[in-house]
Nanobody, 120 residues
Framework: VQLQASGGGLVQPGGSLKLSCAAS????????IAWFRQAPGKEREAILC????????YYEDSVKGRFTGSRDNAKNTMYLQLNSLKPEDTAVYYC??????????????WGEGTQVTVSS
């Protein structure tokens, strides 16, 4: 089982990015998948989880209305759309599976992370 996160980069405040999390070794649409982020010097925090029925559980209030999770089952890939980015969104972003929990310790599988830097 592998998760591969990609799509990070440097973006100006107010900009957008779309992160991808490609799964191999299991079928993504059979599981809930979560996104986390970790800023320098801070603990890894849960952002949101996309359930099997594609309902979204938000764990971080500051991203509501700005970040959206989705999946493409044909590509076995989950996405995290980041809009209206702020400097405080700067972090390494991770995807995790399976299931939905705010706690990083709940998850068995992690993508390697992709850096998002929001700066002018």
């Amino acid at each position: 089982v592998q998760l591969q996160a990609s799509g990070g980069g440097l973006v100006q405040p107010g900009g957008s990015l779309k992160l991808s999390c490609a799964a191999s070794g299991f079928t993504l649409d059979d599981y809930a998948i979560a996104w986390f982020r970790q800023a320098p010097g801070k603990e890894r925090e849960a952002i949101l989880c996309l359930s099997i029925s594609d309902g979204t559980i938000y764990y971080e209030d500051s991203v509501k209305g700005r970040f959206t999770g989705s999946r493409d089952n044909a590509k076995n890939t989950m996405y995290l759309q980041l809009n209206s980015l702020k400097p405080e969104d700067t972090a390494v972003y991770y995807c995790a599976a399976p299931g939905c929990s705010y706690s990083p310790r709940f998850y068995n599988y992690w993508g390697e992370g992709t850096q998002v830097t929001v700066s002018s």
